[in-house]
């Protein structure tokens, strides 16, 4: 019920009180017109609601935040057209509900919008955002108003849940990244962009012959094109990922100065989730992450070689809850590895692991970053 409504409904009792008390032509002609005047507004709101339809778009599903204190502006759109050429939409109002579960985030909004008569309006609903993680943005309900506010019309509901991932400013980056290419003598489908090896089923370079070669590296048909001797230089064949533990241990306890701290080091956490990744990216490193999913009790894994790859990765990784438990990944991380191959690997925390070795996980092959470093090195 809207004010006009209420409005509308106290004229219509004075009228009502006043064409009653007062047999005047007066009166009942007013009593009159505040019968006539609702109806007529009920059928031009019928005939708008005709003629109108709704939709709800993410044409952005990323947003990233220019600096970390600042919040970020997740946005989706609604698309309002007016098919009706003699009747514009004056007022309309888009209740919009989001939750942003990884930081715990969540709110309600109301959005007010009008279209003009024979027009497509986008209008685009901005939900400011402090932390990151996916933020799930649904419009519950569109409805338009009469031109007197007394009658409103649901014109759509309950439209798709859109998904905006807010990522954080990327970091510099100071890793070694020969040290994460993870050489092997065996055979493999994926060679290093950067360094050359000796494996000739895939050319690294071709250059010009120089003493000390072998004959056998000789590309004789190139040699033959271009007239001087030409080697053929073999490629450094790689293992297939670089595994990567994802530590989602945070602290901070309920007050608000413990609850800013966790949201704090959540968002260092993706930050250096994310500049990491891109990385190792722009290196043709592939990747695979590797989380315990407290939810579910399961630990998780997703390999990353693409941006694309990277943005689905984070869209299952938002779906997991933070803990204050620093042995929760660490004990399922040695479950999960029982009976497999050990590897190098890196260990993404924001907690203090000083006592890693106690646990059961071995240092000499476990990089730990800890993300709240002002650079992110190892």
């Not at 007066?26 to 009920?42: S, W």
């Not at 279209?115 to 939900?127: A, L, M, Q, Y």
């Amino acid at each position: 019920m809207t004010i006009g409504t209420l409005l509308f409904a106290f004229l219509f009792l004075l009228g009502l009180f006043i064409s009653i008390f007062y047999m005047e032509f007066g009166a009942v002609a007013i009593m009159g017109l505040l019968i006539i005047v609702p109806v007529v507004m009920l059928v031009l709101l019928i005939l708008q609601r005709l003629r109108i339809t709704v939709a709800v778009d993410s044409k952005n599903p990323v947003t990233e935040k220019e600096e970390m204190e600042k919040p970020a502006r997740a946005v989706i759109t609604l698309s309002v057209e007016n098919a009706n050429r003699i009747l514009p939409v004056t007022k309309g109002i888009a209740r919009v509900r989001y939750e942003n579960l990884f930081s715990g985030e969540k709110g309600r909004m109301k959005v007010r919008f009008s279209v003009d008569s024979g027009k497509k309006r986008d209008r685009r609903i901005p939900v400011v955002m402090q932390n990151c993680g996916n933020v799930a943005i649904r419009v519950e309900s569109v409805k338009i108003y009469d031109y007197l506010n007394i009658f409103a019309w649901t014109v759509g509901k309950d439209f798709e849940t859109q998904n905006v991932l807010v990522l954080p400013p990327l970091k510099d980056m100071y890793l070694d990244r020969d040290g994460w290419y993870n050489e092997t003598e065996e055979d493999s489908d994926r060679f290093s962009l950067y360094k050359k090896g000796d494996d000739p089923s895939e050319i690294f370079n071709v250059r010009e012959f120089a003493d000390g070669d072998k004959i056998q590296t000789i590309h004789w048909k190139l040699s033959g094109k271009t007239g001087s001797l030409m080697v053929k230089e073999g490629s450094l064949p790689l293992t297939k990922v670089v595994n990567i533990f994802v530590d989602l241990c945070v602290a901070g306890d309920t007050t608000k100065e413990g609850r800013e701290r966790r949201h704090r080091e959540s968002n260092l956490l993706v930050q250096g989730i994310y500049s990491v990744s891109m990385y190792m990216i722009e290196n043709a490193i592939p990747q695979k992450y590797i989380w315990y999913d407290g939810r579910n009790e399961v630990i998780q894994e997703r390999i990353v070689e693409h941006e694309e790859e990277l943005l689905w990765m984070f869209q299952e990784l938002f779906k997991c809850r933070i803990t204050k438990d620093a042995q929760e990944l660490v004990q399922a991380y040695l479950a999960w590895e029982e009976g497999r191959p050990l590897e190098s690997a890196m260990y993404l925390t924001v907690a203090d692991h000083t006592d890693l070795e106690s646990m059961g996980l071995v240092r000499d092959r476990l990089e730990v970053m800890d993300l709240r470093g002002e650079k992110f090195e190892v």
